[in-house]
């Protein structure tokens, strides 16, 4: 396997040929140039990690190799190679931006440690870019960030119906990520149009079918959705009268407007979402059963946060570097103590709320962590046991249960390494960690 791409640039042959042989051995990829022109035309060509480049040679010389180099390719490392050494080239080359200067002759074990060090460093800049990329879209997609199974696979799911015409009926409590997971689906379904949300709770039946299907004067969600996602959050607050209009918009593939008959079509894709259970609502005769069979075509749940408590410290240092970029706080860490108030709590506004109280404990820090003083009052100074009472005694289960859940905190959610450190095989913890959510 290769260890990475090296340009070799000398005016002698001889040169080229010999420290081509020694870096090939040791599993690099090496390409050869005999002055600075051929060189600059390689890397416009390909990626190189090193640039291993003669001081002096006709035409562009090194030292002009090396600062076009780093001036057009700043990823690339470029060691000097030089039987003409002196303070003041070398100075010049470092100042530069040159990775080491190394003086003919050299000893070939140094210059294989040079060459490894510099290699090194290349591919952790490349690496850091490709995090800094990543960062840079989570920041404007949707995320969904987890390490439980069930989510995942639920993720999985909806990855697998994204790009298809279905709609899907999401469920899960208030805070839980409805709306996200929404847009996820949106983003993978590679449709063109809006993402449109709409909420059944939040207005009353009159304006909020205006708002949906529009008047003979202006236009609604639905067409604002068009050749995109209409999202109906809340949707069994829906009246008689909106159940009747989305299940015909659902069933025939058009709307009319408010005080119209004509029919118009309606080229979108929609998702319901609510905290409630709507079979057993259609069940009792509270919602139609004709609106919810087309629309949960898919159903997707979402567990609450106290079932998926592995993923609290995931989403804690989420919610925290997303906090501290927006405010320009250099807060960067939680303290153990902090995350232990956190992973006991039960948070009954699930992620919403985990995010509130991040997002608060940054805005009050001074220092670089987000200490349990910061915490809500609830949370930094929960209900100790009266004085002269006898804390029950607990269960050896109940024991490991916590030992299992501290371990996860101190790796930040990483099951292997938990694992790793508890130990015990992935499996067995995967096991654990199930039947707990399933208790909760």
Not at 10 to 24: G, K, M, P, Q, T
Not at 249 to 278: C, K, M
Request: aromatic content about 4%; hydrophobic content about 40%.
């Amino acid at each position: 396997m290769k260890q990475g791409r090296i340009l070799v640039v000398d005016d002698e042959e001889i040169a080229r040929r010999n420290l081509s042989h020694v870096l090939e051995r040791e599993g690099y990829e090496v390409d050869c140039a005999q002055d600075g022109a051929s060189a600059l035309a390689l890397l416009a060509e390909k990626s190189y990690q090193l640039l291993l480049t003669d001081l002096r040679m006709p035409g562009i010389d090194g030292l002009e190799l090396l600062r076009q180099t780093k001036s057009r390719w700043p990823e690339t490392e470029v060691v000097m190679i030089t039987a003409h050494a002196n303070t003041s080239s070398a100075v010049e080359a470092m100042s530069n931006g040159a990775f080491y200067y190394v003086e003919k002759p050299f000893r070939l074990p140094d210059v294989r440690k040079i060459v490894g060090e510099a290699t090194q460093k290349a591919a952790l800049k490349r690496e850091n870019a490709s995090l800094k990329a990543a960062l840079d879209q989570a920041t404007t997609a949707p995320r969904i960030i987890s390490s439980n199974p069930e989510l995942l696979a639920m993720v999985g799911t909806a990855d697998g119906i994204a790009g298809t015409d279905c709609n899907v009926l999401i469920v899960g409590e208030a805070g839980t990520g409805r709306q996200t997971l929404a847009r996820h689906i949106h983003e993978k379904s590679g449709r063109h149009g809006n993402f449109v949300t709409v909420d059944c709770a939040a207005q009353a039946e009159d304006a909020l079918i205006s708002a949906l299907f529009g008047t003979d004067g202006e236009t609604g969600a639905i067409d604002e959705a068009s050749n995109g996602t209409l999202f109906i959050d809340n949707i069994a607050a829906a009246s008689a009268g909106l159940q009747l209009r989305l299940q015909r918009l659902l069933q025939d593939g058009e709307f009319s407007r408010v005080g119209s008959n004509q029919g118009l079509p309606a080229a979108i894709r929609v998702i319901g979402a609510t905290d409630r259970d709507i079979a057993a609502l259609a069940e009792a005769g509270q919602f139609r059963q004709d609106l919810f069979f087309r629309l949960a075509v898919v159903t997707l749940s979402l567990p609450p946060l106290r079932k998926r408590r592995g993923d609290i410290p995931l989403l804690a240092m989420h919610f925290l570097g997303r906090a501290a970029q927006r405010m320009g706080k250099g807060v960067s860490e939680i303290s153990p103590e902090a995350f232990d108030r956190l992973l006991a709590h039960g948070f009954p506004g699930n992620l919403r709320e985990l995010e509130n109280i991040v997002e608060r404990g940054v805005a009050l820090a001074t220092g670089n962590a987000l200490t349990v003083d910061l915490l809500p009052e609830a949370l930094a100074n929960p209900g100790e046991t009266p004085a002269g009472t006898i804390s029950p005694i607990k269960t050896l289960e109940a024991l490991e249960r916590e030992h299992i859940l501290k371990a996860l905190e101190h790796t930040g959610g990483n099951r292997a390494l938990a694992a790793q450190l508890l130990g015990i095989d992935r499996v067995s913890l995967w096991r654990k960690l199930r039947r707990y959510n399933e208790e909760m």
